[in-house]
């Protein structure tokens, strides 16, 4: 299933509102923006946005980057 969410925020809220029926988050492409850094070909996020990844991530959800199936799945570091 696909979901597409605005923000960084917003896909935490859903995936903890949801207990353990999410279990991976594909970083789709965001704009460039003050206070972001870039992460892969077309992803770009705060530290904020990195940490609250980072959280889900040790909290067992597989969150990568990957903008078509064909590409290899890069790990939010």
């Known amino acids: 299933m696909l979901v597409v969410v605005e923000s960084v925020a917003d896909a935490d809220k859903l995936i903890r509102g949801t207990g353990t029926h999410i279990t991976s988050l594909n970083v789709g492409g965001t704009k460039p923006r003050e206070g972001t850094k870039p992460y892969g070909k077309a992803v770009n996020l705060t530290e904020g946005e990195v940490?609250?990844?980072?959280?889900?991530?040790?909290?067992?959800?597989?969150?990568?980057?990957?903008?078509?199936?064909?590409?290899r799945k890069e790990k939010i570091k």
């Open 51 to 71: 940490e609250t990844l980072k959280k889900l991530n040790n909290d067992g959800i597989d969150v990568f980057i990957q903008m078509v199936p064909g590409d």
